[in-house]
């Protein structure tokens, strides 16, 4: 076995444990929340919705299009765009959790006949080249064992003139790197590029970045937003899991937020495969 279909796996067992209770929690999205300020009243499943809304904002998408959802988690994103935008999304995840919760969502959503969640592995795709307008990756490109190889993959299923946009975390301090560790080993993270460094690798795949953001203070720096906001569903939470999985749940959430809230960043870039 190489050492890619290993590495899949173990991230397919890490997201089949922990993706059930962030379905729950975050209404389908395993990604951060965006809070404006203190005063920000939004709820937490509207808080961590603005993310999919802003990263899909940026890929320009149009009726018809067909978009790679590459790392869909349980499928509320995909769906969201299919019904938002018109487009066909094909999702893939490596947890068999996930592919079976995000099947029930698009049935739910009416959405079968132009939403799609398969098993796939983003180090090697089996789609021909060019076979999609568009490719989102929202916090799943954390887990890659190589970033550019896998940047690489993905402008290859992307026909020329073709637009990723991916959000992920960055690194914004390397004081404390016992934090920053803690943080990276509880997420499985392979490496936590800056700003610099996350374009750096998407030039380096080929793609000729169009947009950045750095939203950082909104997301991490709003942690104790989210604790908040968690805590509330912990009666819902421990009734449906058990009082022990929400232990661990929390348990978890000490390496997560191990980092102070100015040393993890979280960026939005976008970027076009050149021809057209
Ligand atoms: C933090 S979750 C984000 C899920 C989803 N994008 C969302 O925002 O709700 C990371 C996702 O990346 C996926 N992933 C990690 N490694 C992958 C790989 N090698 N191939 C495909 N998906 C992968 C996981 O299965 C999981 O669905």
Aim: glycine share 8%.
């Amino acid at each position: 076995m190489t050492r890619e279909l290993i590495d899949s796996a173990a991230i397919g067992t890490h997201y089949d444990e922990r993706s059930p209770i962030g379905d729950e929690l975050r209404n389908g999205q395993l990604h951060m929340w965006y809070w404006y300020d203190n005063e920000d009243d939004a709820p937490l499943a509207d808080a961590v919705h603005r993310i999919s809304r802003k990263v899909a904002e940026t890929l320009g998408l149009r009726p018809g299009e067909r978009v790679l959802d590459a790392g869909c988690g349980p499928g509320e994103t995909a769906v969201f765009l299919a019904r938002n935008y018109g487009v066909k999304v094909t999702g893939i995840t490596v947890s068999s959790f996930e592919i079976d919760k995000a099947n029930e969502r698009a049935v739910a959503n009416g959405v079968t006949d132009r939403v799609t969640f398969e098993y796939g592995d983003y180090t090697g795709l089996d789609y021909p080249d060019g076979s999609f307008d568009a490719v989102l990756a929202l916090e799943s490109l954390q887990n890659a064992p190589d970033l550019e190889r896998v940047l690489s993959e993905l402008f290859r299923v992307l026909r020329p003139g073709g637009r990723i946009s991916f959000s992920d975390f960055s690194l914004e301090s390397e004081a404390e790197p016992a934090r920053v560790k803690r943080f990276m080993n509880t997420l499985k993270l392979r490496e936590l590029p800056t700003l610099t460094q996350w374009i750096e690798h998407a030039q380096r795949a080929g793609f000729e970045v169009e947009e950045y953001t750095q939203c950082g203070p909104r997301v991490f720096g709003k942690k104790s937003k989210y604790i908040k906001a968690a805590m509330d569903h912990r009666d819902s939470i421990a009734a449906k899991f058990g009082e022990e999985a929400l232990a661990e749940f929390s348990r978890r959430h000490l390496g997560f937020f191990a980092p102070r809230k100015d040393q993890i960043g979280y960026v939005i870039v976008s970027a076009r495969k050149p021809g057209r």
